[in-house]
């Protein structure tokens, strides 16, 4: 499923931070359950690149380069 999500202002606000929270909100609503968990999430930028987001025990999010798919 793609999503379509805010084009990045050339300054960022709280406008843009809220719109862009609210599209993930509805895009993950849609293709993950309530209360599902899993350890990474793969993101496809627009040129194609694969990044891995993770959360770390205390919280802190990390996006990484990664040429792995679904697993």
């Known amino acids: 499923m793609n999503t379509q ?3 990045a202002p ?3 606000s709280s406008g ?6 609210q599209s993930l ?6 293709v993950v359950s309530q209360d599902e968990e ?4 793969v993101l496809r930028s627009p040129n194609g690149k694969l990044f891995d987001l993770t959360v770390s025990d205390t919280g802190t999010l990390t996006v990484t ?7």
Do not use: E, G
């Open 5 to 7: 999500l805010p084009i």
């Open 10 to 12: 050339d300054r960022y």
């Open 16 to 21: 843009y931070l809220n719109q862009l929270l």
């Open 25 to 30: 909100t509805r895009y993950f609503n849609l």
């Open 38 to 41: 899993t350890p990474r999430i």
């Open 65 to 71: 380069a990664t040429s792995k798919t679904r697993a």
